[in-house]
């Protein structure tokens, strides 16, 4: 069992930067993929990137490519998204997730666990 809390929300003007924390409990966390997905009002959840369980390999939507970054450090069994640059269109609530399979995963049916999300609010 792996529980998820985010943090590190908030609001932001556009072209400011953000840092989203997900601590995880659970032996296991180190063997797990993770990947933060977001969901904005009105839409479907969509995913933003990901991380292999050694962080080793990383994956981005083309909407965040260059702008963002995941990271982790499993001494600290967390998980970090450093946001830059942002812009309103990034505004949703973000959630981490965490996938037992240990290797990238885009899909949200593939993650086993979920936060119960941050809310990030980007004004222009």
């Known amino acids: 069992q792996v529980q998820l809390v985010e943090s590190g929300g908030g609001l932001v003007q556009a072209g400011g930067s953000l840092r989203l924390s997900c601590a995880a409990s659970g032996r296991t966390f180190s063997s797990y993929s993770m990947g933060w997905f977001r969901q904005a009002p009105g839409k479907e959840r969509e995913f933003v990137a990901a991380i292999n369980w050694s962080g080793g390999s990383t994956y981005y939507a083309d909407s965040v490519k260059g702008r963002f970054t995941i990271s982790r450090d499993s001494a600290k069994n967390t998980v970090y998204l450093q946001m830059n640059s942002l812009k309103p269109e990034d505004t949703a609530v973000y959630y981490c997730?965490?996938?037992?399979?240990?290797?990238?995963?885009?899909?949200?049916?593939?993650?086993?666990?979920w936060g119960q999300g941050t809310q990030v609010t980007v004004s222009s």
């Open positions: 997730a965490a996938a037992s399979v240990g290797t990238i995963r885009w899909n949200s049916y593939e993650y086993d666990y």
